[in-house]
């Protein structure tokens, strides 16, 4: 069985700082094109940043300057740099990746985490 597994969300204040980690648990083929999500109370889920498949990075206007997405092929992780967090980027933070696993027909299929609580006090 293939799961991502989230970590790094927390209480924060205003101006800090978080790094969010995902991690592929179970045995895959590869990883493909990844990102984090987030979706805050009474809101739509919502992009915050992304790999695509060409490994070019895309942020959400709301995060450029402040968070920085990357990966590790070598440890199939993603993560994601969270530098002069606001009380409006409180959200439960999701990753997400097309993986390849023993399990699926060869093609890439999206996988979700569990989501990881950040919370930015004023």
């Known amino acids: 069985q293939v799961q991502l597994v989230e970590s790094g969300g927390g209480l924060v204040q205003g101006g800090g700082s978080l790094r969010l980690s995902c991690a592929v648990s179970g045995r895959i083929f590869g990883m493909y094109a990844t990102g984090w999500y987030r979706q805050a109370p009474g809101k739509q889920r919502e992009v915050v940043a992304r790999?695509?498949?060409?490994?070019?990075?895309e942020y959400a206007d709301f995060v450029k300057g402040r968070f920085t997405i990357s990966r590790d092929n070598a440890k199939n992780a993603v993560y994601l740099q969270m530098n002069n967090l606001r009380p409006e980027d409180t959200a439960v933070y999701y990753c997400?990746?097309?993986?390849?696993?023993?399990?699926?027909?060869?093609?890439?299929?999206?996988?979700w985490g569990q989501g990881t609580q950040v919370t930015v006090s004023s």
């Open positions: 790999f695509t498949r060409d490994g070019s990075t």
């Open positions: 997400t990746a097309e993986l390849v696993t023993p399990y699926g027909l060869g093609s890439p299929v999206a996988y």
